[in-house]
């Protein structure tokens, strides 16, 4: 059975860096058909993806703007597991996490498996 | 970025009646529309991909339609299980999601 399972600290202190890791289980962080992604959810802004690391005979990623300052996405081959890290957050960045991957093919894309969140707060 | 709207964006509706909730995407995205499922403290669950096919094992009273700019999402008869908030997402581009429709029981 494929799993996503996150971890990282719940409370982050303001200007520092918030970090998380999903661990997959049932697939592989290489593979040619998936890409690997975060999206976080706060009752201000929604569902908000952020970004993603995917393989396609190289590595690449992709980040949304709202972020792009701030985020990096690792794939770490070696445990199977991708991570986020946020660099320089505020109270803003208080929001559910999700870790969530996305397949499908050359015409439709999906996010059809999710982890099951990480509630992280931003506060001194 | 490509902007999502929905509306309504709450409802309440009785058992057996039929819901629609609509998803305006700010350019065209030809048919590159999910519909997905959020019941309080899970993650989202995907119902709906390209505009119109039913996810794998989702029960078929789940059904969207659209293209372009102005999308669909229908339940034909509410169950109580149904209650949730259901929000579209395109992959047109980079992905962003609808602000989510809360639908409830009458």
């Known amino acids: 059975q494929v799993q996503l399972q996150q971890s990282g600290p719940g409370l982050v202190k303001p200007s520092q860096t918030l970090s998380l890791t999903c661990a997959i289980s049932?697939?592989?962080?290489?593979?040619?058909?998936?890409?690997w992604n975060w999206i976080r959810q706060s009752p201000s802004r929604g569902l908000e993806w952020l970004g993603r690391?995917?393989?396609?005979?190289?590595?690449?990623?992709d980040y949304a703007v709202s972020v792009k300052s701030r985020i990096t996405i690792n794939p770490d081959t070696s445990k199977n597991q991708f991570s986020l890290q946020l660099n320089s957050v505020t109270p803003e960045d208080t929001a559910v996490y999700y870790c969530?991957?996305?397949?499908?093919?050359?015409?439709?894309?999906?996010?059809?498996?999710w982890g099951r969140g990480t509630l992280v707060t931003v506060s001194s | 970025d490509i902007q999502m709207t929905q509306s309504p964006s709450s409802l309440s509706a009785s058992v057996g009646d039929r819901v629609t909730i609509t998803c305006q995407a700010s350019?065209?995205?030809?048919?590159?529309l999910n519909w997905y499922q959020q019941k309080p403290g899970k993650a989202p669950k995907l119902l709906i991909y390209?505009?119109?096919n039913l996810e794998t094992g989702v029960p078929s009273r789940f059904s969207g339609s659209g293209s372009g700019t102005d999308f669909t999402f229908t339940i034909s008869s509410l169950q109580p299980e149904d209650i949730a908030t259901y929000y579209c997402?395109?992959?047109?581009?980079?992905?962003?999601f609808g602000p989510g429709t809360k639908v409830d029981i009458k």
């Open positions: 969530a991957r996305e397949r499908g093919s050359p015409q439709y894309w999906y996010f059809d498996l």
């Open positions: 049932g697939d592989s962080v290489s593979s040619n058909s998936a890409a």
């Open positions: 690391t995917y393989y396609r005979s190289k590595w690449y990623n």
């Open positions: 350019q065209d995205i030809s048919n590159y």
């Open positions: 390209d505009a119109s």
């Open positions: 997402q395109q992959y047109d581009n980079l992905p962003t």
